[in-house]
């Protein structure tokens, strides 16, 4: 699937002006969630993070309105259909904040809601030209590298997980590592080149690995056989063979993770030492691999849910509703979550950003929106979480960009590099 051919060799990915230097910047600094480790260290709140992007946002905007131009992407009809779609989330959070309670939980989350509005903004914005979102590409691609090594590290020496025997980096949660990796992986190939991304792929499979989490190998083994499946490895002449070989070893992988065919493999492996009874029973090792308490857990979330949301179906039970309930942990799910928190309503303000985010994707974009969907299903984080922000922005962007490069019948000023 050609959107766009890729950018030559000679085009300038290095950040060329102060906005681009700090793109970049924000985006290793959020990507990497080093903003969280740093917060542990020196008394450097993420906050500040925020505030100045923000805020840089904001002057970037003015200083765009003060030489006669409009916001980055405004010209794109669906980008335009995205900002206003964050307004009107907006008023409804500052609405749903004063039908609800109003306590200490409520209104720390109508702040982390707001933060991460603001943040799907700000990066969407920075991210929508030609120039930038090649060098978006190229900080995310940097990103998965990085959390693949860290994560890999972490396995072996537990240093940052809350979950021993399973890496996460400076993500601390094995699932958010594992699914940022997924994400990155395919958002950064288009800065990787095509004869090292096999490699890439790979690589970033084997980050996922370490962190065990079930999610994240479906993400990763779904979005390897989509990007076989739309051609985005090999050259022309190679491209059918080394995709179904994709998709052979990308879907057959996944397959054999959950009938727990790894297990054995691994059981007598080098790595045997590092696996604990929770990991074990993960790759199949002396029970099925969906099994264990987290997959109980997640089967009565799903039940409770539903019985919660029953009692107040068309408005829900108000903002961080499900952080007081009586069924202890969150539902896992974002669908589950608008749903009981919002009822009706809230859930049809998610979807119309789903349907949104879908009619916007193009090309690779629309493998990451895939992910976005079905990373739903397992997370109930997209909203609270910046590395998910960059990747709802990174589609919005990249959508409005490649039809930009199209209106001007791809030129080579504003190619962007789409995977060809």
Known sequence: MNDIAMASSKRRILPSSFSDLMLVAFLLWFGSYAYGYVFY????????????????????????????LGVSGSGDVRFR?????????????????????????????????SESIALLGAFAILMA?????????????????????????????????????????????PNLAGTFIALAMVAGLAAVPRRLRLFFIAFCGLG?????????????????VALAWYGYFGSPRTRLAVSVGIILVGGGGTILLFTGAVGPL?????????????????????SRVIAGSSASERERLIRNSLESAEKAPWIGHGLAHTRKWEYGAQPHNMYLLFLVEGGVLGLAFFLTLLALLWLSSQGIGRVVALQLFLGGVFAHTQFTEPASMIFFSFVFAHGAVV???????????????VAA
């Open 81 to 113: 259909a995205f900002l206003l779609w964050l307004c009107a989330y907006f008023v409804y959070l500052v609405l749903t904040f004063l039908l609800s309670v109003q306590d200490s939980v409520v209104v720390d989350y109508l702040i982390v809601y």
């Open 266 to 286: 691994i059981q007598n492996s080098a790595i045997s030492p590092y696996l604990t009874p929770d990991t074990k029973m993960r790759l199949g090792i002396g």
């Open 403 to 417: 039809r930009l490069n199209r209106s001007l019948d791809s030129s080579s000023d504003a190619s962007v590099p």
């Open 208 to 224: 996922v690995l370490t962190t065990f989490s079930r999610s994240a190998y479906i993400l990763w083994g779904l979005s390897a």
């Open 41 to 68: 260290h020196v008394p450097f709140k993420p906050l500040y993070s925020y505030f100045l992007l923000i805020g840089f946002v904001l002057f970037y905007i003015l200083r765009r309105a003060g030489s006669g």
């Open 129 to 173: 030209t030609p120039r930038r979102l090649r060098m978006a590409c190229g900080a995310i691609a940097i990103l998965a590298i990085f959390a693949s090594i860290i994560c890999a590290y972490d396995f072996v020496r537990p240093t940052f997980t809350k979950v021993v025997g399973r890496g996460a980096g400076f993500y601390e949660n």
